[in-house]
Protein backbone atom coordinates (compact mmCIF):
# COMPACT_ATOMS: atom_id res chain seq x y z
CA UNK A 1 0.00 0.00 0.00
CA UNK A 2 1.32 3.34 -0.96
CA UNK A 3 0.39 6.53 0.61
CA UNK A 4 -0.59 7.79 3.95
CA UNK A 5 -3.34 6.57 6.61
CA UNK A 6 -5.28 8.03 8.86
CA UNK A 7 -5.71 11.77 9.37
CA UNK A 8 -3.92 14.74 10.40
CA UNK A 9 -7.07 17.16 10.52
CA UNK A 10 -8.80 15.72 13.38
CA UNK A 11 -9.21 16.49 17.54
CA UNK A 12 -6.29 15.70 19.68
CA UNK A 13 -7.49 12.91 22.13
CA UNK A 14 -7.82 14.15 25.70
CA UNK A 15 -4.74 12.85 28.33
CA UNK A 16 -2.98 11.84 24.69
CA UNK A 17 -0.52 14.07 21.87
CA UNK A 18 -2.12 11.80 19.03
CA UNK A 19 -5.30 13.17 17.05
CA UNK A 20 -8.71 10.45 16.56
CA UNK A 21 -7.12 8.18 13.67
CA UNK A 22 -3.79 9.63 13.40
CA UNK A 23 -1.54 9.05 10.67
CA UNK A 24 1.33 9.37 12.70
CA UNK A 25 0.37 6.91 15.53
CA UNK A 26 2.75 4.47 15.60
CA UNK A 27 1.64 1.15 14.70
CA UNK A 28 0.98 -1.71 16.99
CA UNK A 29 4.24 -4.13 17.34
CA UNK A 30 2.93 -7.67 15.33
CA UNK A 31 3.08 -10.70 17.30
CA UNK A 32 2.15 -14.07 16.32
CA UNK A 33 -0.65 -15.54 18.15
CA UNK A 34 -0.03 -19.25 19.57
CA UNK A 35 -2.64 -22.20 19.55
CA UNK A 36 -4.65 -22.20 16.09
CA UNK A 37 -7.87 -21.29 16.20
CA UNK A 38 -10.31 -24.55 14.85
CA UNK A 39 -10.60 -23.30 10.70
CA UNK A 40 -13.60 -26.14 10.75
CA UNK A 41 -15.38 -26.16 13.77
CA UNK A 42 -16.16 -23.29 16.42
CA UNK A 43 -15.83 -24.76 19.81
CA UNK A 44 -18.37 -25.35 22.85
CA UNK A 45 -19.36 -22.41 25.32
CA UNK A 46 -19.57 -22.47 28.57
CA UNK A 47 -22.48 -24.23 30.72
CA UNK A 48 -23.55 -20.88 31.60
CA UNK A 49 -22.94 -19.37 28.85
CA UNK A 50 -26.15 -17.46 26.78
CA UNK A 51 -25.91 -18.31 23.32
CA UNK A 52 -26.29 -15.05 20.67
CA UNK A 53 -25.34 -17.40 17.52
CA UNK A 54 -25.48 -20.84 17.01
CA UNK A 55 -24.24 -21.09 13.66
CA UNK A 56 -28.26 -22.41 12.70
CA UNK A 57 -30.20 -19.05 12.01
CA UNK A 58 -30.68 -15.46 13.02
CA UNK A 59 -33.87 -16.24 15.18
CA UNK A 60 -32.04 -14.09 18.28
CA UNK A 61 -31.27 -11.09 15.81
CA UNK A 62 -33.11 -8.18 14.08
CA UNK A 63 -32.06 -6.35 11.17
CA UNK A 64 -31.95 -2.59 10.00
CA UNK A 65 -35.33 -0.49 11.28
CA UNK A 66 -35.74 -3.38 13.37
CA UNK A 67 -36.52 -5.89 10.64
CA UNK A 68 -35.40 -9.18 10.16
CA UNK A 69 -31.73 -9.61 10.11
CA UNK A 70 -31.10 -10.22 6.25
CA UNK A 71 -27.09 -11.67 6.36
CA UNK A 72 -26.43 -14.85 5.01
CA UNK A 73 -26.57 -18.16 7.62
CA UNK A 74 -24.73 -21.50 6.02
CA UNK A 75 -21.83 -23.91 6.93
CA UNK A 76 -22.29 -22.74 10.97
CA UNK A 77 -21.51 -18.81 9.83
CA UNK A 78 -23.04 -16.03 9.39
CA UNK A 79 -21.75 -14.11 6.90
CA UNK A 80 -22.32 -10.36 6.11
CA UNK A 81 -24.77 -9.21 2.94
CA UNK A 82 -23.04 -6.00 2.23
CA UNK A 83 -25.74 -2.95 1.87
CA UNK A 84 -28.19 -4.99 4.22
CA UNK A 85 -27.21 -2.86 7.77
CA UNK A 86 -26.16 -3.81 10.70
CA UNK A 87 -27.64 -6.48 12.72
CA UNK A 88 -28.22 -6.49 16.52
CA UNK A 89 -29.02 -8.80 19.23
CA UNK A 90 -32.81 -8.86 20.56
CA UNK A 91 -31.81 -9.32 23.67
CA UNK A 92 -29.67 -6.38 25.42
CA UNK A 93 -27.22 -6.91 28.38
CA UNK A 94 -24.59 -5.21 30.26
CA UNK A 95 -21.51 -6.07 32.53
CA UNK A 96 -20.02 -9.42 30.91
CA UNK A 97 -17.68 -11.86 28.98
CA UNK A 98 -18.04 -12.11 25.29
CA UNK A 99 -16.70 -14.43 22.97
CA UNK A 100 -16.77 -13.67 19.20
CA UNK A 101 -15.44 -15.58 16.14
CA UNK A 102 -14.91 -13.86 13.02
CA UNK A 103 -12.59 -14.19 9.84
CA UNK A 104 -11.85 -12.06 7.17
CA UNK A 105 -13.06 -12.65 3.40
CA UNK A 106 -9.91 -14.81 2.37
CA UNK A 107 -9.95 -12.94 -1.34
CA UNK A 108 -8.14 -9.42 -0.93
CA UNK A 109 -9.59 -6.55 -1.88
CA UNK A 110 -9.41 -2.96 -1.05
CA UNK A 111 -6.95 -2.03 1.68
CA UNK A 112 -6.82 0.05 4.87
CA UNK A 113 -10.11 0.73 6.02
CA UNK A 114 -11.78 -0.73 3.15
CA UNK A 115 -10.28 -4.38 3.77
CA UNK A 116 -12.58 -6.49 5.57
CA UNK A 117 -13.81 -4.25 8.09
CA UNK A 118 -17.00 -4.97 10.05
CA UNK A 119 -16.98 -3.83 14.03
CA UNK A 120 -18.36 -5.85 17.39
CA UNK A 121 -19.91 -2.97 19.28
CA UNK A 122 -20.85 -3.49 22.94
CA UNK A 123 -24.08 -2.03 23.91
CA UNK A 124 -24.69 -0.86 20.39
CA UNK A 125 -22.62 1.94 20.79
CA UNK A 126 -18.93 0.76 22.12
CA UNK A 127 -16.47 -0.38 18.90
CA UNK A 128 -13.86 -3.10 18.70
CA UNK A 129 -12.78 -3.04 15.51
CA UNK A 130 -12.86 -5.99 13.04
CA UNK A 131 -10.52 -5.60 9.94
CA UNK A 132 -7.88 -7.46 7.85
CA UNK A 133 -4.73 -5.98 9.92
CA UNK A 134 -2.73 -8.80 8.39
CA UNK A 135 0.14 -7.24 6.23
CA UNK A 136 -2.13 -4.00 6.21
CA UNK A 137 -1.25 -1.13 7.51
CA UNK A 138 -4.14 1.87 8.31
CA UNK A 139 -4.28 4.04 11.07
CA UNK A 140 -3.58 2.54 14.61
CA UNK A 141 -7.06 3.32 16.37
CA UNK A 142 -8.43 1.78 13.80
CA UNK A 143 -7.01 -1.73 13.68
CA UNK A 144 -8.42 -5.00 14.64
CA UNK A 145 -7.96 -4.64 18.71
CA UNK A 146 -8.43 -1.56 18.93
CA UNK A 147 -11.14 0.13 21.06
CA UNK A 148 -11.66 2.83 17.61
CA UNK A 149 -11.02 6.08 17.44
CA UNK A 150 -9.49 5.80 21.21
CA UNK A 151 -6.79 3.59 22.15
CA UNK A 152 -4.87 0.97 19.41
CA UNK A 153 -4.00 -2.63 20.58
CA UNK A 154 -0.80 -3.69 22.34
CA UNK A 155 0.18 -5.54 19.97
CA UNK A 156 -1.14 -6.73 16.24
CA UNK A 157 -2.18 -10.45 16.25
CA UNK A 158 -4.10 -10.69 13.73
CA UNK A 159 -4.19 -14.18 11.29
CA UNK A 160 -4.12 -14.39 7.76
CA UNK A 161 -6.81 -13.25 5.95
CA UNK A 162 -10.07 -16.37 5.77
CA UNK A 163 -9.08 -17.58 8.84
CA UNK A 164 -10.52 -17.72 11.91
CA UNK A 165 -9.84 -15.46 14.61
CA UNK A 166 -11.26 -14.64 18.28
CA UNK A 167 -12.17 -12.02 20.40
CA UNK A 168 -12.93 -12.74 23.98
CA UNK A 169 -13.56 -9.48 25.93
CA UNK A 170 -14.28 -8.53 29.52
CA UNK A 171 -16.38 -5.90 29.53
CA UNK A 172 -17.87 -3.23 32.64
CA UNK A 173 -20.31 -0.68 31.35
CA UNK A 174 -20.43 2.82 32.32
CA UNK A 175 -22.50 3.86 35.39
CA UNK A 176 -24.65 7.00 35.23
CA UNK A 177 -26.51 8.74 38.19
CA UNK A 178 -29.05 10.60 36.49
CA UNK A 179 -27.37 13.07 33.42
CA UNK A 180 -23.57 12.29 35.68
CA UNK A 181 -21.07 10.07 34.77
CA UNK A 182 -20.67 8.02 37.86
CA UNK A 183 -17.60 5.49 36.54
CA UNK A 184 -16.82 5.09 32.60
CA UNK A 185 -16.98 1.16 30.61
CA UNK A 186 -13.75 -0.14 30.85
CA UNK A 187 -13.02 -3.39 28.90
CA UNK A 188 -10.06 -5.69 28.43
CA UNK A 189 -9.60 -7.64 25.28
CA UNK A 190 -7.98 -10.98 24.24
CA UNK A 191 -7.20 -11.06 20.46
CA UNK A 192 -6.49 -14.68 19.15
CA UNK A 193 -5.23 -15.54 22.86
CA UNK A 194 -3.14 -12.12 22.99
CA UNK A 195 -3.54 -9.51 25.40
CA UNK A 196 -4.52 -6.69 23.14
CA UNK A 197 -6.53 -3.87 25.82
CA UNK A 198 -5.78 -4.45 29.63
CA UNK A 199 -8.95 -2.97 32.06
CA UNK A 200 -8.70 0.02 29.86
CA UNK A 201 -11.50 3.22 30.50
CA UNK A 202 -13.19 4.31 27.48
CA UNK A 203 -13.36 8.32 26.94
CA UNK A 204 -17.14 7.52 25.72
CA UNK A 205 -19.20 5.93 22.31
CA UNK A 206 -17.19 5.48 19.83
CA UNK A 207 -17.14 8.18 16.87
CA UNK A 208 -15.53 8.58 13.89
CA UNK A 209 -13.10 11.27 13.27
CA UNK A 210 -14.69 13.06 16.44
CA UNK A 211 -13.96 12.49 20.57
CA UNK A 212 -15.96 10.50 22.46
CA UNK A 213 -18.25 11.83 25.22
CA UNK A 214 -20.48 10.52 27.23
CA UNK A 215 -24.27 10.67 27.42
CA UNK A 216 -26.59 8.64 30.16
CA UNK A 217 -27.73 5.77 28.67
CA UNK A 218 -29.28 2.59 30.05
CA UNK A 219 -27.16 -0.20 32.02
CA UNK A 220 -27.80 -2.77 29.28
CA UNK A 221 -27.67 -2.73 25.55
CA UNK A 222 -28.10 -5.18 22.54
CA UNK A 223 -24.40 -6.31 20.96
CA UNK A 224 -24.75 -5.06 17.50
CA UNK A 225 -22.30 -6.43 14.74
CA UNK A 226 -21.28 -3.82 11.63
CA UNK A 227 -21.87 -4.11 8.07
CA UNK A 228 -19.21 -2.19 6.36
CA UNK A 229 -19.59 -3.58 3.05
CA UNK A 230 -17.37 -6.34 3.70
CA UNK A 231 -18.76 -10.12 3.82
CA UNK A 232 -17.07 -10.55 7.15
CA UNK A 233 -18.07 -14.10 8.56
CA UNK A 234 -18.85 -14.72 12.43
CA UNK A 235 -19.67 -17.66 14.19
CA UNK A 236 -20.02 -19.07 17.81
CA UNK A 237 -21.30 -15.74 19.47
CA UNK A 238 -21.84 -16.14 23.18
CA UNK A 239 -21.76 -14.35 26.58
CA UNK A 240 -21.66 -14.92 30.44
CA UNK A 241 -23.33 -12.34 32.58
CA UNK A 242 -20.97 -10.43 35.44
CA UNK A 243 -24.24 -8.71 36.78
CA UNK A 244 -27.54 -9.39 38.04
CA UNK A 245 -29.15 -7.14 35.34
CA UNK A 246 -32.26 -9.19 34.11
CA UNK A 247 -31.27 -10.44 30.82
CA UNK A 248 -34.87 -11.55 29.47
Not at 23 to 43: M, W
Not at 114 to 133: A, H, I, P, T, W
Request: charged share 20%.
Amino acid sequence: MNGKVGYDDTPVIPGSKWRVHDSNRPQPRIVAPGTESAQDKAGKAPSDAVILFDGKDLSGWIGKGGGAAQWKVENGYMEVVPTTGNIQTKAPFGDCQLHVEFATPEKVEGDSQGRGNSGVFLMGLYEFQVLDCYDNPTYADGTTGAIYGQYPPLVNACRKPGEWQTYDIVWIAPRFDGARLVSPARVTIILNGVLAQHDKELQGPTQHRKLAQYQPHPPVGPLVLQDHKNPVRFRNIWYRPLTDYDQT
